[in-house]
């Protein structure tokens, strides 16, 4: 069974920084593409980033220059590295990703999501 795990989030003050993770284990060929999404109490779920299985990112306009995405493939692990955090960040980060697993199927996995909390 893959599973993903979210960790790293917490309490921090308007423009502190947080570094999340995302781990796979289980039985896991190959991982494609990771996605970061976000839900704030009220709102829609949005996408936040995105990073791709060549390395290629992506970001929602409102962390660019702010959010970095990175993978170690060898570890199978992604890492969002958060900096000048503000209010509005404030939410249940999740990561999904594309897998290769036992099945040598591609596949969309959930972690369990992490939350972020910017408040004086």
């Known amino acids: 069974q893959v599973q993903l795990v979210e960790s790293g989030g917490g309490l921090v003050q308007p423009g502190g920084s947080l570094r999340l993770s995302c781990a796979a284990s289980?039985?896991?060929?190959?991982?494609?593409?990771v996605a970061w999404h976000r839900q704030a109490p009220g709102k829609q779920r949005e996408l936040v980033a995105t990073i791709f299985n060549d390395g290629r990112t992506d970001y929602q306009d409102s962390v660019k220059g702010r959010f970095t995405i990175s993978r170690d493939n060898a570890k199978k692990m992604v890492y969002p590295q958060m900096n000048s955090l503000k209010p509005e960040d404030t939410a249940v980060y999740s990561c999904?990703?594309?897998?290769?697993?036992?099945?040598?199927?591609?596949?969309?996995?959930w972690g369990q999501g992490t939350q972020i909390t910017v408040s004086t």
């Open positions: 999904n990703a594309e897998i290769k697993d036992r099945t040598s199927r591609i596949q969309n996995y």
């Open positions: 289980g039985t896991v060929f190959e991982i494609h593409t």
